[in-house]
């Protein structure tokens, strides 16, 4: 069965995002670029709402095609580009680029995505995160942890009315002094 991994960079006080929406805050070298560009190689595609689905499309599409970007980056237009994505929006009238948007039931298809085979799932986004880890969908954990506090902002996990038991699989340090700490769902 193919497994839903949520994965984000997250400030060191749980902020995927800060005040008014920022990214500013971010570090995303070609360490940590090329360890993402590795997860997305990965993946068996991708589930997005439609913030983080109409933000995607708006860079990635065509990334490679800038001369001044760095191979890094063009190399995740690529990946990203040719991955199937999933786009769960009551308000998108269209997907493009290798998209299928889905209005129906979060629920049955997500369960029915992870009963096909093929490799495992990247939810994107912490909207729709938080909603499938409220549904008991959210298998895997990624935190990317900056060495920043914001103090407020879109938190990594969501309120939410039980708790998620979790067990520590790996930890990985990178140069620019973050830390990626892998995390699986556990029974207790």
Do not use: C
């Amino acid at each position: 069965m193919r497994k839903v991994i949520y994965s984000m960079s997250v400030s060191l006080d749980g902020f995927v995002e800060g005040p008014n929406k920022n990214l500013n805050w971010v570090i995303i070298d070609e360490e940590i670029h090329t360890f993402f560009n590795e997860q997305a190689r990965e993946m068996g595609a991708f589930l997005y709402g439609r913030r983080i689905y109409e933000l995607m499309a708006d860079y990635w599409p065509t990334a490679d095609l800038n001369p001044s970007a760095p191979a890094y980056e063009a190399e995740f237009a690529r990946i990203w580009r040719d991955k199937p994505k999933i786009v769960f929006s009551q308000s998108l009238e269209k997907v493009e680029w290798n998209s299928r948007l889905v209005r129906g039931n979060l629920t049955e298809e997500v369960k029915k995505l992870k009963a096909q085979p093929g490799n495992d799932l990247s939810v994107g986004g912490p909207a729709l995160a938080a909603t499938l880890m409220e549904l008991g969908l959210v298998d895997v954990f990624y935190l990317v942890v900056n060495p920043v506090t914001l103090g407020s902002g879109t938190h990594f996990f969501p309120a939410m009315r039980g708790k998620i038991n979790l067990r520590l699989m790996g930890t990985r340090t990178f140069d620019s002094g973050v830390v990626m700490l892998h995390y699986q769902q556990s029974e207790k």
